[in-house]
């Protein structure tokens, strides 16, 4: 069983459209795949997922009509807001010359969730900062789909503790696949013991690459608590 923001599909394709139609202003918005998924994202953040369960992966779900139409209007304006806020904060560290998403995109993949969790002081149970965080599978770093999340992570005061991973997804030969993958993270920390944790992640290979941040795809992995080194 599986949960899907229907909006989506929606989102990113009437990103799309709206690059490719005359009302889209080259001169003062990139259309770069980046740009896009950060055009994306912003409407997303800015309504009101509607989800759906499938069991099947596929969605199959008609909104009445006038609704539909309001829905679509509404999500347009969002997308025409959305690119004077990118472009006013355009993110100077991406190349915006991709057009389109890389063909190693392309394909049937296992997506991973996020991986959240939480590293705490295990005689305070205060959350720590300053510790580094890192994802490994097979004993490889593993790569992070996108630049907003890194791996090594290194906690900061601002954290709270928390961290999160997006693991890169991994080319499956067919859809509807179900693999487990073993997961290692590794906690370090001047002050403390270091930790190690091993957890699996069960996943079913798909025909999409996910690129889009799925808030609601997301693994939370137990408080993780650290002692203080020489106790
Ligand atoms: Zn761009």
């Known amino acids: 069983m599986e949960i899907h923001n229907l909006l989506e599909e929606k989102v990113k394709t009437s990103v799309d459209e709206y690059c490719e139609s005359s009302s889209f202003d080259r001169k003062k918005h990139c259309d770069c795949i980046q740009c896009r998924l950060d055009v994306a994202c912003y409407v997303l953040n800015n309504t009101t997922p509607k989800y759906v369960v499938s069991s099947r992966g596929i969605v199959h779900h008609e909104l009445e009509y006038t609704k539909k139409l309001q829905l679509e209007a509404d999500i347009l304006g969002l997308v025409k807001e959305g690119f004077s806020v990118i472009a006013s904060r355009k993110r100077p560290e991406i190349d915006h010359t991709k057009k389109s998403e890389s063909p190693d995109r392309e394909g049937i993949f296992f997506n991973f969730p996020n991986i959240i969790g939480k590293i705490i002081n295990g005689k305070t149970f ?23 999340t890194s791996n090594p ?41 270091e930790y190690t ?17 799925h808030l609601q795809n997301t693994m939370n992995i137990e408080e993780i608590y650290l002692f203080p080194r020489g106790v």
């Open 126 to 148: 205060e959350p720590i900062s300053n510790a580094e965080v890192k994802l490994f599978l097979d004993d490889n770093l593993v790569n992070m789909t996108s630049k907003m």
């Open 153 to 193: 992570i290194r906690l900061t005061e601002y954290t709270g503790g928390l961290f999160i991973f997006w693991p890169y997804p991994v080319k499956a030969e067919k859809s509807g696949m179900e693999k487990t993958f073993t997961f290692k993270i590794t906690v370090t920390h001047p002050d403390y013991n």
């Open 197 to 213: 944790k091993l957890f699996d992640v069960k996943v079913t290979s798909k025909e999409s690459f996910q690129d889009s941040i």
